[in-house]
């Protein structure tokens, strides 16, 4: 019903910089809020940031003033932009999506992208 497509992953050195896309596609009535997690070898998935329609933002700590989310409702897509990366930010990140099918849903549905990989050496 719903895909999310990432891309803009790879390797760069620390100072570097990378942006990640992902684009919804398929059937749907809206998207609420979008964002990006990120899981570490050995480590738990965590939020990095997020951002609403309505482009209200929420950043994790260790990533603000580094990392910038965006998005562009009409194309359905939302971007992060990663600078100053660190060997510390070396992850999978993954897009998400609150996703609602029909109107009136209540509880929308939490969709995830199949993962970039970001590789930061020192």
């Known amino acids: 019903q719903v895909q999310l497509v990432e891309s803009g992953g790879g390797s760069v050195q620390a100072g570097g910089s990378l942006r990640l896309s992902c684009a919804a596609s398929?059937?749907?009535?809206?998207?609420?809020?979008m964002g990006w997690y990120r899981q570490a070898p050995g480590k738990q998935r965590e939020s990095v940031a997020n951002?609403?329609?309505?482009?209200?933002?929420n950043y994790a700590d260790s990533v603000k003033g580094r990392f910038t989310v965006s998005r562009n409702n009409a194309q359905n897509t939302v971007y992060l932009q990663m600078n100053s990366l660190r060997p510390e930010d070396t992850a999978v990140y993954y897009c998400?999506?609150?996703?609602?099918?029909?109107?009136?849903?209540?509880?929308?549905?939490?969709?995830w992208g199949q993962g970039t990989q970001v590789t930061v050496s020192s």
């Open positions: 998400n999506a609150e996703v609602y099918l029909r109107p009136f849903q209540t509880t929308p549905l939490n969709t």
């Open positions: 398929g059937t749907f009535f809206s998207i609420n809020r």
């Open positions: 951002i609403t329609s309505g482009r209200l933002t």
